[in-house]
C-alpha cells in the first residue's frame, strides 16, 4: 500500500499498487470511541442529531446508523468501591410515564448507583440495596416502601427525613395563607424548621411543637356533622391541620438524625436537584425513545455523573 492524497475529509488516502484500489486505514476502537463522544453529545447534552450531521458534514440517517450499536451497551451500574460508606442519599424518578422508574443512590463520596424498576416497593428498594455499600445513614424523602426496606436489610442505620420534603407536604396542607390562628403559627413553626442546627434548638422547636398540640387542641379535635345527605356521619372539622400534626409527629424521630452525624446533609437536594431535575430535562427532551432507549439514556447521564471525589455538604 503507497499513500495516494487526502479524502476530502482531510484522512490520509492508500493505493494498493496491484489491484489499482484505493481505500482508508481504519480502526474499529478508535471509529467506536469517537462514535461514542457525539453519541454522549447529544444525548446529554444540547446538540441535535442535526448539528452533529452538520458538524461532521454527513446525513442525518448517517448519524442514526452511527448511533445504533450503542443502544444496544450495558445500563447496569458499576460496582461499588468500597463495602461501608458515610452515608446514601436515596431517590426515585419515573422515566416512562409510570410504568418505569430509576432508583437512584449517592454516597459521600460522589458515587452514584442507580437500578431500574417498574415502581417504588419495598421489594424493589430492598433488591437495590444489595447492591450498594452498606452505610451508617440513610437521606430519604420517607416514602413506605423505602423505609420498610431499611429495617429489613440495613437494620443499624440511621435514617435522615429531608426536611424540604417535610416542609413542602405541610406548606401544600396548610397553603402559603393561612386562615385558622393555628394554621398561621404552624407556617410560622415550619419556616424555622431550617434553623435547627444545635440540640438546643432542636429542643425549643419540638417544645414549640408539642405546645402548639396543647394549644390547640380543641380546635383539632372539632369536628363537623352531616345533613343527612352525606356517606358519612361526622368528620374533623380541620383535616388538613390534623394532617400536619400527623407529618410531624410521624417524621419527629428521623427528622434532627443530621444533628448526630456532623457533615451529614438533611435534605436529598443533591439527588433531586443535582441528577433529578436534569435528568427528566434530558428524558423530556428525547422524549420519542422508547423504554429501553430512556434506559441507555440514564445509565449514560448517570455514569458521566458519578464522582468518586467527596461533594461539598449543603443543608
Aim: proline letters at 4%; charged letters at 25%; hydrophobic letters at 35%.
Amino acid at each position: 500500500m503507497h499513500r495516494h492524497g487526502k479524502t476530502a475529509a482531510g484522512t490520509e488516502r492508500w493505493r494498493c499498487p496491484s489491484c489499482k484500489g484505493t481505500g482508508v486505514k481504519t480502526r474499529k476502537d478508535t471509529s467506536l470511541r469517537h462514535v461514542r463522544i457525539l453519541f454522549r453529545k447529544w444525548i446529554t447534552g444540547t446538540a441535535t442529531m442535526t448539528d452533529i450531521a452538520r458538524e461532521k458534514k454527513v446525513t442525518r440517517q448517517t448519524v442514526v446508523r452511527w448511533f445504533e450499536p450503542l443502544w444496544q451497551e450495558s445500563t447496569t451500574c458499576p460496582a461499588p468501591s468500597s463495602t461501608r460508606v458515610a452515608w446514601l442519599m436515596v431517590d426515585g424518578i419515573y422515566i416512562h410515564k409510570r410504568n418505569e422508574m430509576v432508583l437512584i443512590a449517592r454516597t459521600d463520596q460522589g458515587e452514584i448507583f442507580w437500578d431500574f424498576v417498574p415502581y417504588e416497593s419495598s421489594y424493589y428498594w430492598e433488591k437495590f440495596f444489595l447492591r450498594l455499600p452498606i452505610p451508617d445513614a440513610v437521606i430519604s424523602d420517607g416514602q413506605k416502601g423505602l423505609q420498610k426496606a431499611m429495617q429489613g436489610h440495613w437494620p443499624d442505620a440511621a435514617l435522615q427525613r429531608c426536611i424540604f420534603h417535610v416542609i413542602q407536604l405541610a406548606t401544600i396542607r396548610l397553603t402559603r395563607h393561612p386562615k385558622t390562628v393555628a394554621g398561621k403559627e404552624m407556617r410560622i413553626l415550619m419556616a424555622h424548621l431550617p434553623e435547627v442546627w444545635t440540640h438546643a434548638r432542636k429542643e425549643r422547636w419540638i417544645a414549640r411543637f408539642e405546645q402548639w398540640e396543647q394549644r390547640h387542641e380543641t380546635l383539632l379535635k372539632e369536628r363537623t356533622y352531616g345533613d343527612g345527605n352525606s356517606s358519612r356521619r361526622w368528620w374533623y372539622t380541620h383535616r388538613n391541620l390534623r394532617a400536619v400534626r400527623s407529618l410531624i409527629r410521624n417524621a419527629l424521630p428521623h427528622l434532627f438524625t443530621y444533628l448526630d452525624h456532623p457533615g451529614m446533609p438533611r435534605t436529598t437536594n443533591h439527588v433531586e436537584g443535582g441528577l433529578n431535575a436534569r435528568l427528566a430535562e434530558l428524558v423530556h427532551r428525547h422524549r420519542g425513545l422508547n423504554i429501553d432507549q430512556k434506559r441507555v439514556l440514564a445509565a449514560e447521564f448517570l455514569r458521566r455523573t458519578s464522582k468518586k471525589n467527596p461533594t461539598r455538604n449543603v443543608t
